[in-house]
């Protein structure tokens, strides 16, 4: 069992109030963050995002502590088991894990001569979905993982509360020969997030070809739940529509109203069916003052109708499903919408 008081103590300089309304700020993830090499200049900029940064390794992880009222490091490894692990300290700080080497890998491995464990520590470790719980995080806009190979575990660790990560990028081998025993192996890895709803949008290639970045966005409920969604009456928009937008990318093309019974409190998504004709098009959930999208996603040409899922953060403070240009070059895109429908996923 881990103590949270605790975990503000050690960031005793950082606001409180920061834990504490995770529930209405944008959040950030950042396993396995090092010194927060990406994440930490993101919560300097922006005073409305909240990160909560992962760092096992205590000598890396005190030097981030209490820098930036929204950046909350935590000494802490995300494992599958809530408890304590065995964490291998490397030379090379930024190659330590909670995994072992695989010998024939690190001597494969392109640089594995700087890479020399150079302790063993007990750390204590929890699961993604065990932390959101206690802390009382609602939702996570975007998760970073960089867990030397144990990549897949932490996304399994988040359990049921996978449907509420936005974003997710984590790094995969493809060597032949692992750098670290049992490491995520990239089919895997695509084929758990499909399965709850997510799709691959970037891939980058790194460590002279031998890892990938891989990102991924949400954009649905998941297979294992598709069955369960249930169309709300009189949802379902019209014929199919031929729409054509401005020139300009973002330009908005339509409006259409969404109105929710106030009496829903389930889980309420918008399932859209259309088909791009030329260009792209971006579908996004606006908010009643104009100024916000609760969801937004993206679908280019293609000779077939696409389907996307859009999930409503906020029925009381929703207002249109918007249709816009998000064609790269600004010139106009061409859409047939077939069909808007707001689907129920009952608790």
Do not use: C
């Not at 077939?338 to 608790?347: N, Q």
Request: hydrophobic residues 45%; proline residues 4%; negative net charge.
């Amino acid at each position: 069992m881990i103590d949270f008081s605790s975990l503000r103590a050690l960031n005793r300089h950082a606001s409180i109030s920061v834990l504490e309304q995770s529930k209405r700020r944008r959040v950030w993830l950042d396993v396995g963050a090092h010194l927060g090499e990406y994440t930490f200049p993101r919560a300097a900029e922006d005073a409305s995002l909240s990160v909560y940064a992962f760092e096992p390794n205590i000598a890396i992880a005190s030097q981030r502590f209490g820098v930036l009222p929204n950046y909350v490091m935590l000494p802490l490894a995300i494992s599958e088991q809530d408890g304590f692990a065995e964490f291998h300290i490397n030379a090379y700080t930024m190659a330590s894990s909670l995994l072992p080497f695989n010998p024939t890998g690190l001597a494969n491995w392109i640089g594995g001569e700087k890479k020399r464990v150079e302790q063993k520590v007990q750390v204590p470790t929890i699961r993604l979905d065990t932390f959101l719980n206690r802390m009382g995080i609602a939702k996570v806009e975007y998760l970073k993982i960089d867990a030397q190979g144990a990549d897949l575990a932490v996304i399994r660790s988040a359990g049921a509360r996978l449907i509420d990560f936005r974003r997710i990028s984590l790094e995969v081998q493809l060597t032949e020969i692992p750098l670290y025993e049992g490491a995520s192996e990239k089919n895997a890895v695509i084929d758990h997030l499909f399965a709850a709803g997510f799709r691959l949008v970037s891939v980058e290639r790194q460590s002279h070809d031998q890892e990938e970045n891989l990102t991924f966005e949400r954009v649905g409920p998941g297979k294992a739940r598709m069955g369960d969604l249930r169309e709300l009456e009189g949802a379902v928009e019209g014929s199919p529509t031929r729409i054509v937008t401005p020139e300009g990318t973002w330009s908005y093309a339509a409006a259409i109203p969404l109105t929710i019974p106030a009496a829903i409190t389930a889980e309420i998504w918008v399932r859209i069916k259309a088909t791009v004709l030329r260009g792209e098009a971006g579908f996004g959930l606006l908010n009643g003052a104009g100024t916000a999208f609760q969801d937004r996603s993206f679908l280019a040409a293609g000779s077939e109708a696409g389907m996307i899922y859009l999930e409503i953060a906020d029925a009381a403070d929703l207002a249109y499903l918007i249709i816009e240009n998000s064609t790269p070059d600004g010139s106009r895109a061409e859409i047939l919408l077939e069909e808007v429908t707001a689907l129920i996923l009952p608790g």
